[in-house]
């Protein structure tokens, strides 16, 4: 038996992470989010509509940010990521490190000033796609949680120079701590929950459709920005380049996405047709002067109303549908020349655009991996996490105590996130509600007079539940200190890969040790 400790990590704070703890704190239980970014929200709160519906993001997104700030079992480590993992299922130990805003959290109260007064105002900004730009000292958003402002240390005039201190000199609550340092926080929990998201594919090395060298080529992400209110160009279409209205757009899917080069992602992304289809009805509906036209491989739309969302694009909206693939995009003198495929018709297309918009694939975030393996959790060719079972334990890690919830674990829209971010809730909440856990009795064990200290076991152990200690052993008589394997009988599955790849035959399963099993084999054939 082992004790359970009744609180929840939560590792990453988009919708699915506070979806998540939202359902483990309404069942009564502490929860801890730890997000890398300032604030909580996630790429969601990048995104100007949702399809199918076309409702405000933020509108949805933003009262759960408050609901997850206000609520009092839910604790934010904004700015802050997870160091170091240990333990086991029901009593993980983990030390989260928080980054330095070298702003006081206690004492700002999220008016605004310092960042009217920082001189240094030509950073590009992240959350609008480095589309404009920001002051050194900033809050990423208006509806940012905790609205608690950061310094970009690496645009900072007094930390490149000793100088300024605009942002100190006025702050009247004297917030601005200079010398703030990082800090580390050691918590202990019951479960742990993987919602570390993705991020979209940057088309740098796609060079054929003109990335790098235009500023009228952009992702999907980006063209979101421009058409939000709240975007670098206040929710006017027009064009990064010159400012200009473009009067027709060309939107280029699946790239980076079902290809076979070592540029892509073997994968579909699955939202890449449907967010394409919304930002055409949005364009044409609020634009109707602006031609647009989406070359494709497949649409594919298997969701609730997904299909009447695209056919409505194309009957009511007048979209342009080209099955075929862009080949080249060249730019001649502000106007972007267009080379590519009707597949339907067999034709080679010549076409003019002011904008081409790039659907990007969906790829896990660069942290997953790092974050995978202090969990000793399983993930797949393209980093996302490994489900236990694809059918029946969807949002299960093969480790036990840990649950995925997100795109972590592939790609997927925004109900589908919320509704496994529920489901794995409902995991966390039926583990944390057990006071102790009974482990499994079939485990391995190692013999101490037969073990070598060799390693091989642990390397081989898909769960972490190897660890070498240095242990005096009584060997016929003989004391002498050898290293030998001990297995933490909580954490191991009795999965047998220890027992088979042991080269001395130390390691073996309770209930199905190899004398047990010889005897058996002994007994059949008599």
Do not use: W
Request: hydrophobic share 35%; net charge negative; proline share 4%.
């Amino acid at each position: 038996e082992s004790k359970v400790v009744k609180r929840a990590l939560v590792i990453g704070g988009g919708i699915a992470g506070i979806q998540t703890a939202l359902d483990i704190a309404e069942a009564g239980y502490e929860v801890d989010i730890v997000e890398k970014e300032p604030t909580i929200g996630g790429k969601m709160a990048q995104l100007d509509k949702t399809f199918p519906t076309l409702d405000c993001a933020a509108c949805i997104l933003t009262p759960k940010m408050v609901d997850a700030a206000q609520n009092e079992k839910i604790h934010i480590y904004s700015y802050s990521e997870v160091e170091k993992v240990s333990g086991f299922v029901g009593n993980f130990t983990v030390t989260i490190k928080k980054k330095p805003r070298y702003v006081n959290s206690d004492l700002c109260t999220g008016c605004g000033l310092c960042t009217e007064k920082c001189p240094s105002k030509k950073n590009p900004n992240e959350f609008n796609m480095g589309l404009d730009n920001r002051t050194a000292i900033y809050i990423p958003f208006a509806q940012a949680i905790p609205k608690v402002p950061v310094i970009d240390t690496n645009a900072c005039i007094h930390f490149k120079t000793g100088k300024c201190g605009a942002c100190q000199k006025n702050c009247s609550v004297g917030a601005i701590d200079f010398n703030q340092k990082e800090e580390f926080i050691t918590e202990e929990y019951g479960a742990i929950v993987a919602a570390t998201g993705f991020n979209p594919l940057k088309p740098e090395k796609f060079d054929e459709y003109l990335y790098n060298q235009s500023k009228d080529v952009v992702t999907s992400l980006e063209f979101e920005r421009i058409m939000n209110a709240a975007g670098p160009t206040k929710g006017q279409l027009l064009r990064p380049s010159d400012g200009k209205h473009p009067h027709k757009i060309v939107f280029v899917q699946c790239v980076g996405s079902r290809g076979q080069s070592c540029r892509d992602h073997s994968y579909c992304s699955k939202i890449c047709c449907m967010y394409t289809a919304k930002h055409a009805m949005l364009v044409r509906d609020k634009y109707p002067d602006v031609d647009v036209t989406v070359f494709y491989i497949d649409v594919r739309t298997p969701g609730k109303n997904f299909d009447e969302f695209y056919r409505r694009a194309v009957e009511e909206y007048g979209v342009h549908y080209i099955k075929g693939m862009v080949g080249k995009v060249e730019d001649v003198d502000g106007t972007l020349k267009v080379q590519a495929s009707d597949l339907l018709s067999n034709e080679q297309l010549h076409l003019d655009a002011d904008m081409v918009v790039l659907a990007t694939a969906v790829e896990a975030d660069k942290s997953a991996r790092g974050i995978a393996t202090m969990l000793t959790a399983s993930m797949d060719t393209n980093d996302f996490f490994t489900e236990a079972h694809p059918k029946l334990r969807p949002v299960e890690s093969p480790t036990a105590g840990i649950f995925l919830s997100g795109v972590c674990q592939g790609p997927k829209d925004i109900p589908e996130t919320v509704s496994q971010a529920s489901a794995c809730a409902a995991k966390v909440i039926g583990l944390l509600a057990k006071d102790k856990l009974l482990s499994n009795p079939c485990v391995a064990h190692s013999d101490e007079l037969l073990c070598n200290g060799c390693s091989t076991c642990a390397n081989v152990c898909a769960y972490g539940a190897i660890e070498y200690v240095e242990k005096e052993v009584n060997d016929h008589g003989k004391r002498e200190v050898r290293r030998v394997a001990v297995v933490n009988e909580a954490v191991c599955q009795g999965c047998g890969a220890c027992t088979v790849t042991c080269p001395s035959g130390a390691m073996d399963l309770k209930g199905f040790s190899n004398r047990q099993i010889m005897a058996e084999v002994d007994a059949i054939c008599k």
